[in-house]
C-alpha cells in the first residue's frame, strides 16, 4: 500500500485526503488547527496536530518512507517554501508543492519540489474548457497540449460500434472507457454498440478533441 503525506488540511488538502482514501491508500495528514483535522478524521489514517515549519514536529515522522508528500499550504508562502525545504533535507522521495502564484512556484522548485500545482489557475482552466466542449462532463489536463475528457457519445455514434465507426484512425483519439449506466467497461468494447446514454472517456490532443467536439454540435 502506498504512503502519502499532507501537509495542511484546507480545501486543496482535505480534497487530495478524501481522493487517496477513495484509492485505499495509507494517509498521514498534518495541520495546526485541530478543527480541520477533525473535519477529515475520517478519511485518514493518522492526523497529527503541529507546525511543520518546527523540526520538532517533523522529526516524528520518516519522512523518506512517504511516496509522495503534498505541501498544500493555503497562503502563507514563507510555510510552504521553508516545509518544502525541510522535506528535501530530510530525503522525501517526491514532493508536490502548492503556490499561490508563479514567482513562489519557481522558488518551490528552485529548493526541491518535483511539481508545484497553481489549483486555482488549473481550475480556472478547467472550467473555461468544459464550457467550451458541448456535452464535456468532465476534462483533465494531462500536459499543456493533451487531456482526458469524459462526453456523451453523440447520437450519431448510436448503434454502432468503436470499430464500425473506425473511430481511432477517423479522429486520432483514443477511447480508453465506455461508461454504461454509471459502470465501467473496461475490455472488449470495440465491438460493442454504443447505446443512449453511455459516455466515454476519450485520451488525445486539446485540438483534435476540439474538432471532435465540434463536429457533432
Known amino acids: 500500500m502506498k504512503q502519502f503525506l499532507i501537509i495542511g488540511a484546507g480545501r486543496y488538502g482535505s480534497g487530495i485526503v478524501k481522493e487517496l482514501y477513495k484509492q485505499n491508500a495509507d494517509v498521514v495528514v498534518c495541520d495546526s488547527n485541530e478543527k480541520k483535522l477533525d473535519e477529515i478524521d475520517q478519511y485518514a489514517t493518522h492526523c497529527l496536530i503541529g507546525d511543520f515549519t518546527d523540526s520538532d514536529v517533523l522529526n516524528q515522522l520518516k519522512i523518506d518512507e ?6 498544500a499550504i493555503g497562503t ?4 510552504a517554501i521553508l516545509i518544502t525545504k525541510k522535506m528535501k533535507e530530510r530525503n522525501a522521495k517526491r514532493i508536490i508543492a502548492k503556490a499561490i502564484n508563479p514567482e513562489v512556484g519557481e522558488i518551490l522548485q528552485s529548493i526541491g519540489a518535483d511539481r508545484v500545482i497553481y489549483p486555482e489557475e488549473e481550475a480556472g482552466r478547467k472550467v473555461a474548457r468544459q464550457e467550451l466542449m458541448t456535452g464535456v462532463i468532465e476534462y483533465l489536463e ?3 497540449d493533451v487531456s482526458i475528457v469524459e462526453l456523451e457519445v453523440p447520437q450519431q455514434m448510436l448503434g454502432k460500434s ?19 449506466n454509471d459502470e465501467p467497461i473496461l475490455t472488449h468494447f470495440a465491438d460493442i454498440p454504443f447505446r443512449e446514454g453511455d459516455k466515454v472517456l476519450i485520451v488525445g490532443e486539446n485540438s483534435r478533441i476540439e474538432r471532435f467536439e465540434k463536429r457533432f454540435k
Do not use: C, H, P
Open 66 to 71: 512517504f511516496d509522495s508528500v503534498f505541501v
Open 76 to 79: 502563507n508562502a514563507y510555510s
Open 142 to 144: 494531462i500536459t499543456k
Open 162 to 180: 468503436l470499430s464500425q465507426l473506425d473511430f481511432s484512425r477517423k479522429y486520432d483519439l483514443t477511447v480508453s472507457i465506455i461508461i454504461r
